[in-house]
Nanobody, 118 residues
Framework: VQLVDSGGGLVQPGGSLTLSCAAS????????MRWFRQAPGKERELVAS????????HYADSVEGRFTISRDDAKKTLYLQMNSLKPEDTAVYYC????????????WGQGTQVTVSS
């Protein structure tokens, strides 16, 4: 299993970014996918999730209405469209999936830095 995160960068408050996660080594279309983030000095938190097939999505309250998670199963790629970015969105963003097993196994991308600052 390999997850490669990309698309981060420096953006001004109110701006937009789209993150991508390229997946390989597993049957991407059958797995629930998630985006997490971790800000300096804080715990990693779940930002958004999407079901296999893409019909069901969930968002953290802090990003609801501003972020959109989506997937392209043909391209084996997960996306996170981020709009109306705020300084508090600054964090390293990680793509994630998991296998319930047993044993349970979690897989992570390497992370991509998002910095929101003027």
């Amino acid at each position: 299993v390999q997850l490669v995160d990309s698309g981060g960068g420096l953006v001004q408050p109110g701006g937009s970014l789209t993150l991508s996660c390229a997946a390989s080594g597993f049957t991407f279309s059958t797995y629930r996918m998630r985006w997490f983030r971790q800000a300096p000095g804080k715990e990693r938190e779940l930002v958004a999730s999407i079901s296999s097939g893409g019909e069901i999505t969930h968002y953290a309250d802090s990003v609801e209405g501003r972020f959109t998670i989506s997937r392209d199963d043909a391209k084996k790629t997960l996306y996170l469209q981020m709009n109306s970015l705020k300084p508090e969105d600054t964090a390293v963003y990680y793509c994630n999936t998991y296998y319930v097993g047993p044993p349970f196994q979690a897989y992570w991308g390497q992370g991509t830095q998002v910095t929101v600052s003027s």
